[in-house]
């Protein structure tokens, strides 16, 4: 009996070599990133198998054995990054339009997107992605649009909120023009059958009633400059770009009553600050169109961006003077509610004006520094809160043993230098590796 319990004793052992032999993946000597607390571990050990980072060791000589092993020598290792404002094309197949975007949003680190404008597709897309049988982010994805064309009563509102939670989506999109007795009939149907809602402020319903009716998150800042101005204000002028009308009447010292409910109602936020410092802002159109990464999108895509910046700055209301006061407002309330609101979750709306899916994200890390966040808190809104958001936290946004492998290599310090994350050393999405010669491969080929 002993002779045969000793036999199974080195039966199991032999198996779990095996096992630790049969690694997908390793990125050895690097040094990993935590994002909770900007702490640096050096020469990590990394394994990756099935999608997962099993096993993190300061110990060189591991007996893994993978196909691929990723020299990380002088590099670190970071969680891939979320884009919570994204757009997903609307074809009804994979292929084309909707793989190269897909890919753009990978190239660029963004390894999960919470699609904010769903349709069947995106269902099907997500399940795909789940499988790893295309090459994509993780996909949350919100429903068709609600908005005041799609619902125009209490009795049409309910009938789509329970049909798109039966559907499967994530959450509900909220967009402009919904009267106040059906966006409240959304939110009753919604907490009744267990579907977040999010997105846009409609005029009728107003942010505070917005936050105390508990957003998930409220998208673009959309609703809080408004909430800023008086009511006499409110009444008699049209809001224009998200509040831009209401710039001078706006009084600041309301932003931390605003803050406050966004905390007591657990509301993140996303800024989305980009469409405010591209495509809204006083730049030459052309010059943006001129970037390098414009050559990823179609060229009437493009013109259609360059007409669209154009109608925003020549229009009677818009001044250089006026849209600095607007986004210095907007830069005080969101770095309040970084501070003392529930928090911020990276987004830039791509693809919209010049925001190209996957390089806008690093414009967006850019305008978060400008609001006053620390490169650390800069990357957090884009990884462990976008985990918290999802309460996945320990399933993705930060390289922890067990997490999803969602990853990206990058040759500098990011906590020093965001910038660095632009030109990375490589990305892992889910354990599959793409090197920097295969991203630039497939994105020549996109170009073409």
Known sequence: MKI?????????????????????????????????DGSISNNQYVAIDSGIIVSISDK?????????????????????????????????????????????????????????????????????AEKQEIVSPRIFTASPPLNGSTVKTVEE????????????????????????????????????????????????????????????????????????????????????????????????????????????NNVWVVPTQTLFTRWFSPGDPLEYAAQPEMKYMPEDQIEKWVASKKRMIEADNFNEA???????IREKCLLALHREGKGLILGSDAPQVFNVPGFSIHHELDDMLDVGLTPLEAIQTGTINAAKYFNMEGQFGEVVENASADLILVNNNPLEDLSTIKSHAGVVVRGLWLSPEEITKELEEIAR
């Not at 000793?6 to 990993?32: G, P, R, W």
């Not at 039966?166 to 059958?193: H, M, N, R, S, W």
């Not at 006026?322 to 210095?328: E, L």
Request: glycine share 10%.
């Open 157 to 264: 509102a309910d009938e789509k909120v329970r049909k798109y939670a039966a559907d499967g989506y994530d959450l509900l999109k909220i967009l402009p023009g919904i009267k106040l007795e059906v966006f409240d009939q959304i939110v009753k149907t919604a907490k009744e059958v267990g579907i977040p809602f999010a997105g846009h402020v409609p005029a009728d319903v107003g942010i505070r009633h917005a936050l105390e009716s508990g957003y998930a998150s409220i998208d673009h800042m959309d609703g809080y400059l408004t909430g800023l101005a008086p009511e006499s204000v409110t009444s008699t002028t049209e809001s224009g770009f998200f509040g831009y009308n209401y710039t001078t009447a706006a009084d600041t010292s309301l932003i931390d009553e605003l803050v406050k409910m966004s905390l007591d």
């Open 4 to 36: 045969i319990n000793l036999l199974t004793l080195f039966f199991l052992v032999a198996c779990a070599q095996q096992k630790q032999q049969e690694v997908a993946l390793i990125i050895e000597n690097v040094s990993i990133v935590n994002v909770r």
């Open 60 to 128: 060189a000589g591991l007996k893994h054995s993978g196909k691929n092993l990723i020299d990380g020598t002088g590099k670190y290792l970071m969680p891939g990054l979320a884009e919570m404002h994204a757009h997903i094309p609307t074809e009804t197949s994979w292929g084309g339009n909707v793989k190269n975007t897909l890919f753009l949003y990978v190239s660029q680190g963004v390894t999960t997107i919470r699609g904010m404008q769903g349709n069947a597709l995106h269902l099907e897309l997500r399940s795909k």
């Open 322 to 328: 006026q849209w600095r006061k607007y986004i210095d």
